[in-house]
């Protein structure tokens, strides 16, 4: 979901990582199941997230800001 939001609005960035090839980048942020989502280092996410919420808190991170995915 993340990655189809930035596909859809310039303003959004998403990386997705494979983390048994990254463990430091698990370790950083405690990632022990998949998907794991976080948003501006604030808000995480575990599981499939319903796309309204994820959309509140990047809005949110994004100071606010309407963005239209």
């Not at 997705?16 to 090839?21: K, L, W």
């Not at 990254?22 to 405690?30: F, I, S, V």
């Not at 794991?36 to 809005?59: D, R």
Request: charged share 20%; aromatic share 6%; no cysteine.
């Amino acid at each position: 979901m993340a990655i189809r939001f930035a596909i859809e609005s310039d303003k959004i960035t998403a990386d997705g990582v494979e983390v048994t090839g990254y463990p430091e980048l698990a370790q950083k942020y405690g990632v022990s199941s998949v998907p794991k989502t976080v948003v501006g280092e604030t808000v995480e996410f575990v599981g499939a997230a319903p796309e309204s919420l994820l959309l509140k808190h990047v809005q949110q991170a994004a100071g606010g800001s309407t963005l239209v995915v």
